[in-house]
């Protein structure tokens, strides 16, 4: 416990004082607080009287600080000076960087490869991002989220960035490993990741197979589809993905997808930010960016999509799994 020596007088208290012993002027002091000079007067002699010590001279026309009342102010002054420079600090901060709470596989699959061409862009502010699945502004101190939801935040507004819909996919050598998979039997006798995953059963449905099961497998949860997509890359199965999200990996030939049918729970990726800073300039900026950048992003699929139609990608899965047979490199 506090000592009652060592408790501090009211903050108000001093501040008045501090004004006082810069101008060593009642009425200047209380213009530059916004109070009368008689208010300023009262609250230098209530901290006199917490103090039980004289810290001010009054005269006629301006006012002089004892010995006591010099040692206060020199470190009454830096105090506040201190503070004011983390005030200036801060808000300079909140206004010149945008500060965004992002889910963190959303910002490894998709977001920070493109934030640079947002960051090129004239006038637009630097970007903090805060990787993590809490989702509230207010606990992280970010100006903008993007979150998976069904879009219903409360007291925010959001706008969708594009749908999490999803569908099998692996990379190419696990397909030349286990393939060829051509059907739902073939797929299912394949090692699929995070088989517990309740996305398995909706996309069997939305694939017209509502009576199959999905096989059980290694009980690996991981949660995150950039992990998944991690997993299914270096070979580890078939994991069901959004393509919108990686579809550079597609294009690349690192993803292979096995089907056409997409399955959706609802969800999708969203920015969301107080309805009241919508057309703030930073956050105006970034959510028209970002909405620019999600349309040429699903231009992108769509063109990949018809590249697949006419077999000019490894992800026409017959044409492909042909390939890989007559050279050699399929299972026997």
């Known amino acids: 416990m506090q000592h009652p020596q060592e408790r501090l007088p009211q903050l ?37 009287a917490q103090l039980g010590v004289t810290l001010v001279i009054r005269g006629r026309k301006a006012c002089d600080l004892t010995p006591a009342g010099r040692k206060l102010a020199g470190s009454v002054a830096t105090g506040f000076e201190g503070i004011r420079q983390s005030v200036r600090e801060i808000r300079m901060e909140h206004e010149h960087s945008l500060r965004l709470s992002v889910l963190p596989s959303f910002a490894a699959a998709w ?64 397909l030349h490993k286990y393939g060829p ?62 393509p919108a999200v990686f579809h550079r990996e597609i294009a690349e030939g690192r993803l292979v997808r096995l089907s056409s049918v997409f399955a959706q729970d609802g969800r999708g990726y969203w920015i969301v930010y107080p309805p009241e800073r919508a057309n703030g300039a930073k956050i105006r900026k970034f959510r028209e960016w970002l909405s620019s950048e999600a349309k040429a992003s699903e231009r992108s699929a769509q063109r990949l999509e018809s590249r697949l139609r006419h077999g000019e990608h490894l992800d026409g899965v017959k044409n492909a799994m042909n390939r890989a047979y007559k050279t050699g490199d399929g299972r026997e």
């Not at 101008?23 to 901290?47: D, R, Y």
């Not at 637009?124 to 992280?140: C, E, F, K």
């Not at 970010?142 to 099998?168: H, K, N, R, Y």
């Open 111 to 174: 977001l920070t490869e493109r934030l640079s061409k947002f960051q090129a862009m004239a006038n637009n502010p630097p970007v903090r991002i805060l990787a993590d699945t809490d989702q509230n502004l207010d606990r992280s101190g970010c100006d903008v989220g993007i979150w998976a939801g069904v879009g219903q935040w409360p007291g925010l507004s959001a706008e969708l960035i594009f749908p999490m819909a999803f569908t099998p996919m692996c990379s190419p050598e696990f």
């Open 12 to 48: 108000h208290y001093l501040r008045t004082f501090e004004v006082l012993a810069r101008h060593l002027n009642f009425t200047l002091a209380g213009e530059e607080i916004g109070i009368s000079q008689a208010a300023v007067s009262q609250q230098v002699k209530a901290l006199e």
């Open 181 to 242: 998979i051509v059907d739902i039997d073939t797929l299912l006798s394949a090692p699929l990741i995070a088989s517990r995953d309740p996305w398995w059963r909706l996309w069997l449905i939305a694939a017209g197979h509502p009576d199959r099961e999905v096989p059980n497998g290694p009980d690996i949860t991981l949660d995150a589809q950039n992990l998944e997509a991690t997993a299914a890359i270096r070979g580890q199965g078939v994991a069901l993905l959004t």
